[in-house]
């Protein structure tokens, strides 16, 4: 079977670095995303790596070791406002996202 | 720009009746999709259209159905509502072509099947 797996949820102190896990096994890959969620909100897209490596954007940073099937969420200079979920998905042989249950990430002032 | 817009925002809705959910996208996307949400899985697809006039099943398609008459809507409907379909549903679209294929998302409609 599919599986996206991300802790369930992550305590961090503002202005601090957090790094959000993510491991998978799937039918294929064609491409990792992360995408945040606030609460009672829709999921907004993050950033996607489909080669191995850094990809930096601002604040935050995603990283992909497609040998490992791992990627990680890198989250800098923590604000209150990035509390929310964090979901990693992963596009399958079929082209379609397989999604993790995605994580919840508490900041603390 | 308004993007994904649907409707209802939220609905309750008695066991046996039936329901349309309507996604509007104005971004001219060739893919849609519509997933549920419930607490502690991940999203699960339902139903998915790669362009007009084509549809396709998902992971969890059982009691629902999908058209695709335009580009521009996508509506979800219930049959036959049961409570194991109360859920938050998302409708997503993507244009469809190129490596990303970046899948945004619509506000959600919060359905409970009484």
């Known amino acids: 079977g599919q599986n996206i797996d991300q802790p369930t949820e992550m305590t961090a102190t503002e202005g601090a670095i957090v790094q959000i896990n993510c491991t998978y096994q799937t039918s294929g890959f064609n491409g990792l995303f992360w995408y945040q969620q606030h609460a009672g909100e829709a999921p907004t897209f993050l950033s996607y790596n489909v080669l191995d490596g850094l990809e930096e954007k601002g604040r935050f940073s995603s990283f992909l070791s497609r040998s490992k099937g791992y990627s990680y969420l890198l989250l800098k200079e923590l604000q209150m406002k990035d509390s929310a979920s964090y979901l990693c998905a992963v596009r399958d042989s079929n082209y379609q996202l397989i999604w993790g249950a995605g994580t919840k990430l508490i900041i603390k002032p | 720009t308004a993007g994904i817009t649907q409707a209802p925002t939220s609905q309750i809705l008695a066991a046996g009746r039936s329901m349309t959910l309507r996604c509007t996208q104005d971004?001219?996307?060739?893919?849609m999709y519509w997933y549920r949400q419930d607490l502690g899985l991940g999203l699960r697809l339902i139903h998915y259209s790669n362009t007009a006039g084509t549809t396709g099943k998902g992971e969890v398609p059982d009691g629902y159905s999908v058209s695709r008459a335009n580009t521009d809507d996508f509506p979800l409907t219930l049959a036959s509502a049961v409570p194991s379909q109360t859920s938050v549903y998302f409708c997503?679209?993507?244009?469809?072509?190129?490596?990303?294929?970046?899948?945004?998302f619509g506000p959600g409609t919060r359905l409970t099947v009484l």
């Open positions: 997503a679209s993507s244009d469809g072509g190129g490596d990303t294929d970046t899948q945004y």
């Open positions: 971004m001219r996307h060739n893919a």
